[in-house]
């Protein structure tokens, strides 16, 4: 069973940093590019950032760039590093899987996390 489990989301002050965790199990790990989509509440999903497989070339949306780093370890754990926070950045984030494109659109991935909340306040 495929299995990708989020984890580090919590309540944040602007300007604060977060790191969230995934940890993949059920999938040969590096025969797969990760990312990390965002939904805000009444929006759609927003993919931010994407990391290759085996190679971890990286990629992120303009909105987070500068602010967000992705990475992967070889526990099979995928890494979303949140920093200078804002209100704009409150939403469900997911890590999410694929085997064939280093792609930020969602709907590119096959499989995904339940999800953890990040909330921003001022």
């Known amino acids: 069973e495929v299995q990708l489990v989020e984890s580090g989301g919590g309540l944040v002050q602007v300007g604060g940093s977060l790191r969230l965790s995934c940890v993949v199990s059920?999938?040969?790990?590096?025969?797969?590019?990760y990312g990390w989509v965002r939904q805000a509440p009444g929006k759609e999903r927003d993919g931010i950032s994407v990391?290759?497989?085996?190679?971890?070339?990286t990629n992120y949306a303009d909105s987070v760039k500068g602010r967000v780093g992705i990475s992967r370890d070889y526990l099979k754990t995928l890494y979303l590093d949140l920093n200078n926070l804002n209100a704009e950045d409150t939403a469900t984030y997911y890590c999410?899987?694929?085997?064939?494109?280093?792609?930020?659109?969602?709907?590119?991935?096959?499989?995904w996390g339940r999800g953890t909340q990040v909330t921003v306040s001022s």
């Open positions: 999410a899987a694929n085997d064939r494109a280093v792609s930020r659109v969602a709907a590119d991935y096959d499989y």
């Open positions: 059920g999938l040969s790990f590096d025969d797969y590019a």
């Open positions: 990391i290759s497989k085996r190679d971890g070339l």
